[in-house]
Each structure stands twice: as C-alpha cells, then as structure tokens.
C-alpha cells in the first residue's frame, strides 16, 4: 500500500519529456545537498549530490543544478521513463557541528504513458 | 555488497508500549542514522551513532533512545508510545564523516493505536 505522499505538490510528465523537480533548501550555510528517490514501500535511494563549491552536476539521465544566491536546488531528468515515478526528496545538511540532513517535503513525479 | 537491512518491516503497538527496531549497515560502513518520517513529509533526523556513541540528536525527546554494537548494526527504541509515533522508521548508514552520502533500509512501519 502507499507509504509515503498522499498529499504531496505532484508534477505529472509525458513518457520520454524531460522532468524537473525544484527544491528551496532553508540555510545558507549547508554546503552539501543530496537528491533522494523513494518508491512506495521502500525506503529513500541515492541519485546524485552536489557540493556548494559546484552549480551543476550531471549523472546518468541526471542532472542537479544549485543557485546559492536564491537557496534553490533543482533535478533535471532527461527522457523520463515509468520507472522514474516516485517521490523525490532535496535534502541539505545541516551547520557544521551536527550530522543530520534536513529533508525537503518532497515532490511525486508521475509519469503518463 | 549487503546494503542496509531492518526488521521488522511491519509491527502494530499500542499506546504506552514499548518497541524496538534494528538495523544492520552496509558492509563497510562504521555510522548508522535513524530518521522518522511521518505520512506525507521527508525524512526527520532522531540521532546518529558513531563508533557505538551518540554522535548527534534530533528534536525528539528522551524516550527515543539507540544503540550500536561493535558490528555497527543498530537498535531504536522508544518507550511509552503515543498515537504520534506512527511514522515509517528509517535506518541509514554511511561511512564517518560530515558530508557522506546516506544508504537508506526499507524502513519499519510503526502503527500505533
């Protein structure tokens, strides 16, 4: 059954059109910002981070983009198929001093046949 | 390559009971994060453990509490257990350090009635 995000903002794409998912991040001073994917019933899965010394970085089919002046991440996805609906998750970590990451409230993609 | 497993999966309790979930981290990695997330929402740290110790704390109070074993595998437990614990308990793994990606387990499905 749904375990996660019955009530999440959702972003509905076309089989093969490009996705992009925005994401605020809340403190300037967070300089390592990490992606999450999560499937129903599992939990989050890596796609790919970003340090706050790069503004993009590119994966497979991936790509993350930060603008620190405006404290926005954003994930591309090029072509996306079936399988990359889920609900994604930005997450930044916290000040210096502490180990926590602070997770975003997340976005369902869903992808229309 | 085992990658992050907890148990149980699914476990229904009662309000003033007490559980315990358990974790097991990913070959090779020494640090061990719990995180709950509440239907709808990301991801919220509860503590971290390094090296058997508590190496960080979320907001949540003493009646979550934790451990870890010399094999880095992991328990949560919570005490007195109220209507607002019912969440999806995550177990994350990673190598020491500040900046280190999270590998995420499945979860554990806590319904409190």
């Known amino acids: 059954g749904e375990s996660v995000g019955l009530h999440l903002p959702t972003l509905s794409v076309q089989e093969g059109d490009n996705s992009i998912i925005n994401c605020a991040y809340s403190?300037?001073?967070?300089?390592?910002f990490i992606w999450y994917k999560q499937e129903s019933g599992k939990g989050p899965q890596f796609i790919i981070d970003?340090?706050?010394?790069?503004d993009k970085r590119q994966g497979q089919r991936v790509t993350v983009l930060l603008n620190k002046t405006v404290k926005h991440l954003s994930l591309q996805i090029a072509a996306t198929q079936p399988g990359d609906s889920a609900v994604y998750f930005c997450?930044?970590?916290?000040?210096?001093?502490?180990?926590?990451?602070?997770f975003g409230t997340g976005t369902r993609l869903k992808v229309l046949a | 390559e085992t990658g992050v497993t907890q148990s149980p999966t699914h476990l229904i309790k009662t309000r003033g009971q007490q559980v315990t979930l358990r974790c097991s981290s990913q070959?090779?990695?020494?640090?061990v994060s719990w995180y709950q997330q509440a239907l709808g929402q990301g991801p919220q740290f509860i503590f971290q453990?390094?090296?058997?110790?508590?190496?960080g704390r979320g907001n949540f109070p003493p009646r979550f509490s934790g451990l870890q074993f010399p094999n880095y595998s992991s328990e949560l437990n919570v005490n007195a257990l109220e209507l607002d614990d019912s969440a999806l308990y995550l177990c994350?793994?990673?190598?020491?350090?500040?900046?280190?990606?999270?590998?995420f387990g499945s979860g554990t499905q806590l319904s409190v009635l």
């Open positions: 070959s090779g990695h020494n640090t």
């Open positions: 453990y390094y090296r058997e110790e508590e190496n």
């Open positions: 970003i340090r706050s010394n790069m």
């Open positions: 994350a793994s990673s190598l020491g350090g500040r900046n280190e990606k999270l590998f």
């Open positions: 997450a930044e970590n916290a000040p210096s001093g502490t180990y926590k990451y602070i």
């Open positions: 403190n300037s001073a967070s300089d390592y």
